[in-house]
C-alpha cells in the first residue's frame, strides 16, 4: 500500500489497485513500484495472488473448482472497497490497472457477476480476457496432475486421492509444476499453452467466479460494466518480447515455415483442422502475411502477425465495452 503518511485529511484520494502481469505462473505485486504515481494524488495498491497449479488447479467440482488466483484478486479487492478509507482512499473511486496476465484478470473483473460494483474505472494494457488461450480445461488439469503423480510412483484412482497426494508434496515442487510460455523457438509448432489459466466453473461452485466462458459474458448487454469508464491498449511491438529468438535468428523459422498448415489451430485461433475450408484458410493466411514465399526471409511479417495474433482481442474488447458502456471508453495503440 503505497499513500500519504497522513491519513487523516478530509479529501479522499482516487485508487489505484494494480493486479501484476506474469502468465498466470510468474511476477509479483512488488516488481513495480510507486516512484512515478505518487507525486500525484493518488493511492496505489498492490498485491500478490497464487500462480500457477496454485492459483488455478479445478477438478471440476464444487470442492475444487479452480480460479482462485482470481478469487484471491476479489478477496483484495473487497478489502479495499471496506478498508482504504482509512488510508485516506475514497472507495468510489477504484480504478483496477494491469498489463498482460494482469489485464486478463482486469477484464475478467469487468464481467465477472462476482466483481459487480467494487469498482468504476478499469485500465488494460496489452491484452484482454478474449485472447484465445484465456482458458484452460478441467480435462487438461487432471490430466497434469495425474502425471505429475505418476511420474513419483502415485497413481490415484479419484479426485480426492489426487487431492490428498498433493497436499502432502513439497510445495516447490508444485511450484514447477507443468508451465509452458507462449512456444519453443525452432520448432514446427508456435502453440501457445498456458495450463493453468482460468477455468469455466461447474454450475455447483462454491462462490464461482466464472460460470460462462468470457466471450459470452462481454456479449451481454445489459451488465454491470455498462456503468465504467474503460481504457484498452496495446503497444505497437507487442510481440517483441515473444518473437526475439527469431528476431536475432531467423533460421529459427525454418521448421514453421516448412509446417505453416500445421499452426493455426496451435496459435489458439478458432480453427480445425477438421474444418472444410481449413486448407483455403491457413493458404489465405500465408499470402496475407508472407506473401506465399519463405518465411525465414519474412521476419517483419511474422512479428506482424504475432502482433495481430496479440492485439486483436483488445481490438474486439474494446469494440464490446463500446457498444454497452454508459461510462467513457478509450482506446490507445
Same mark, same amino acid.
Given at each position: 500500500m503505497f499513500c500519504f503518511s497522513d491519513a487523516s485529511f478530509t479529501k479522499k484520494l482516487p485508487v489505484i489497485f494494480f493486479i501484476h502481469g506474469g502468465g498466470f505462473y510468474s511476477g509479483s505485486g512488488n516488481i513495480y513500484g510507486p516512484e512515478l504515481l505518487l507525486d500525484h494524488d493518488v493511492i496505489l495498491v498492490t498485491f500478490n495472488y497464487r500462480l500457477g497449479a496454485f492459483g488455478f488447479l479445478s477438478l471440476g467440482n464444487e470442492d475444487y473448482s479452480g480460479n482462485l488466483a482470481l478469487k484471491d484478486q476479489l478477496l483484495a479487492l473487497k478489502w479495499v472497497r471496506d478498508n482504504i478509507r482509512v488510508f485516506g482512499g475514497d472507495k468510489n473511486k477504484i480504478t483496477i490497472h494491469g498489463w498482460s496476465a494482469g489485464c486478463w484478470s482486469v477484464s475478467l473483473h469487468m464481467v465477472s457477476p462476482a466483481s459487480q460494483g467494487l469498482f468504476n474505472r478499469a485500465v488494460c494494457f496489452s491484452a484482454s480476457a478474449l485472447v484465445p488461450w484465456i482458458l484452460s480445461y478441467v480435462k487438461d488439469h487432471k490430466e497434469i496432475a495425474k502425471k505429475f503423480a505418476a511420474r513419483n510412483g502415485v497413481h490415484p484412482t479419484n479426485d480426492q486421492q489426487l487431492i490428498e497426494y498433493l497436499k502432502s508434496v513439497d510445495?516447490?515442487?508444485?511450484?514447477?509444476?507443468?508451465?509452458?510460455?507462449?512456444?519453443?523457438?525452432?520448432?514446427? +509448432?508456435? %502453440? =501457445?499453452? &498456458?495450463?493453468?489459466?482460468?477455468?469455466?466453473?461447474?454450475?455447483? @461452485?462454491?462462490? #464461482?467466479? &466464472?460460470?460462462? @466462458?468470457?466471450?459470452?459474458?462481454?456479449?451481454? +448487454?445489459?451488465?454491470? *460494466?455498462?456503468? =465504467?469508464?474503460?481504457? $484498452?491498449?496495446?503497444?505497437?511491438? +507487442? @510481440?517483441?518480447? %515473444?518473437?526475439? @529468438? +527469431?528476431?536475432?535468428? #531467423?533460421?529459427?523459422? %525454418? #521448421?514453421?515455415?516448412?509446417?505453416?498448415?500445421?499452426?493455426? #489451430?496451435?496459435?489458439? &485461433?478458432?480453427?480445425?483442422?477438421?474444418?472444410?475450408?481449413?486448407? /483455403?484458410?491457413?493458404?489465405?493466411? *500465408?499470402? $496475407?502475411?508472407?506473401?506465399?514465399?519463405? =518465411?525465414?526471409?519474412?521476419?517483419?511479417?511474422?512479428?506482424?502477425?504475432?502482433?495481430?495474433? &496479440?492485439?486483436?482481442?483488445?481490438? *474486439?474488447?474494446? /469494440?464490446?465495452?463500446?457498444?454497452?458502456?454508459?461510462?467513457?471508453? $478509450?482506446?490507445?495503440?
Open positions: 510445495a516447490n515442487k508444485l511450484v514447477a509444476l507443468a508451465h509452458t510460455d507462449f512456444y519453443s523457438p525452432g520448432t514446427e +509448432e508456435k %502453440a =501457445i499453452k &498456458l495450463p493453468w489459466t482460468p477455468v469455466v466453473e461447474c454450475a455447483t @461452485s462454491k462462490n #464461482p467466479f &466464472l460460470l460462462e @466462458s468470457p466471450e459470452n459474458y462481454f456479449k451481454k +448487454e445489459n451488465f454491470g *460494466r455498462t456503468n =465504467i469508464d474503460t481504457l $484498452f491498449g496495446y503497444a505497437d511491438a +507487442e @510481440s517483441y518480447s %515473444a518473437t526475439s @529468438s +527469431e528476431i536475432q535468428n #531467423p533460421l529459427l523459422l %525454418a #521448421p514453421f515455415n516448412a509446417s505453416f498448415h500445421f499452426q493455426l #489451430p496451435l496459435l489458439g &485461433l478458432h480453427y480445425t483442422y477438421k474444418d472444410r475450408d481449413y486448407p /483455403k484458410w491457413a493458404d489465405e493466411i *500465408r499470402q $496475407f502475411y508472407f506473401d506465399n514465399g519463405d =518465411i525465414t526471409t519474412h521476419v517483419p511479417e511474422f512479428t506482424n502477425m504475432m502482433n495481430d495474433l &496479440l492485439s486483436y482481442p483488445v481490438h *474486439r474488447a474494446i /469494440k464490446l465495452q463500446s457498444q454497452v458502456s454508459r461510462g467513457r471508453t $478509450f482506446y490507445y495503440v
